[in-house]
């Protein structure tokens, strides 16, 4: 079956340092792969995606992410976070139904993220 | 931001009775999701909809139903509401394959 897993609950960095949210996948063919963010009592934002082609892939708020084909991970990274990084932080993955034609998208179960000032 | 419109944004109702969701959508994609989020699990898929009246379960389907009439309307409905469906809501569309879904603002559901 297919799932996503990121392997960190909870992460705390301050503010200024690097990032890096770890997500793996198990799936059968490649795969569709996102990151979404979600700020407190908010929807989820999509940050970034990666369907083919360049392995690394930029995203909005300085955020890029580098799909691994051979580790099975779609880490996202950030060289420097600002407070307002502070979320929660989703990897999802598309996923084939043969039944319908269509691709779901399957979920991780986030990664929280706190930045000290 | 894609028109997405969920209602009501918060209900609070007791264990037993029907409960139904709405989810609006003004962009005309054909794919909807609705989700449930709870602490340690993420998001997981409960129904979604390829078109209109044609829908399929998702991992935890059990004691929910829904129905699509038209393209811009996704219902969810828990048909007697147990403590365990005390959880945030959200409805999600889609263009189609291989397109990131856009997300609603949730419902905070809480069955007492």
């Known amino acids: 079956a297919q799932s996503v897993t990121q392997p960190d609950i909870h992460i705390t960095v301050s503010e200024g340092a690097s990032l890096e949210l770890r997500c793996n996948y198990s799936?059968?063919?490649?795969?569709?792969l996102f990151w979404y963010v979600q700020s407190p009592g908010q929807g989820l934002q999509l940050l970034l995606k990666?369907?083919?082609?360049?392995?690394l892939v930029q995203g909005i708020k300085g955020f890029e992410a580098e799909f691994k084909r051979s580790q099975s991970s779609f880490n996202l990274r950030k060289p420097s976070v600002h407070w307002s990084d502070a979320a929660e932080y989703f990897c999802?993955?598309?996923?084939?139904?043969?039944?319908?034609?269509?691709?779901?998208?399957?979920f991780g179960p986030g990664t929280s993220l706190s930045v000290i000032p | 931001d894609a028109g997405i419109t969920q209602s009501p944004r918060h209900k609070v109702t007791e264990t037993g009775t029907p409960v139904t969701l709405r989810c609006h959508q003004t962009?005309?994609?054909?794919?909807m999701y609705w989700y449930r989020q709870d602490p340690g699990h993420g998001l997981r898929l409960i129904h979604y909809?390829?078109?209109?009246?044609?829908?399929d379960k998702g991992e935890v389907s059990d004691g929910y139903s829904v129905s699509r009439s038209k393209t811009e309307d996704f219902l969810l409905t828990l048909e007697s509401a147990t403590s365990s469906q005390t959880s945030v809501y959200f409805c999600?569309?889609?263009?189609?394959?291989?397109?990131?879904?856009?997300f609603g603002q949730g419902t905070r559901l809480t069955v007492v």
């Open positions: 999600a569309i889609s263009g189609g394959q291989g397109i990131e879904a856009f």
């Open positions: 999802a993955v598309g996923v084939w139904s043969m039944k319908t034609s269509y691709d779901k998208v399957i």
């Open positions: 962009e005309n994609h054909r794919y």
């Open positions: 909809s390829y078109g209109v009246k044609d829908t």
């Open positions: 799936y059968g063919a490649t795969p569709y």
């Open positions: 990666y369907f083919s082609g360049d392995t």
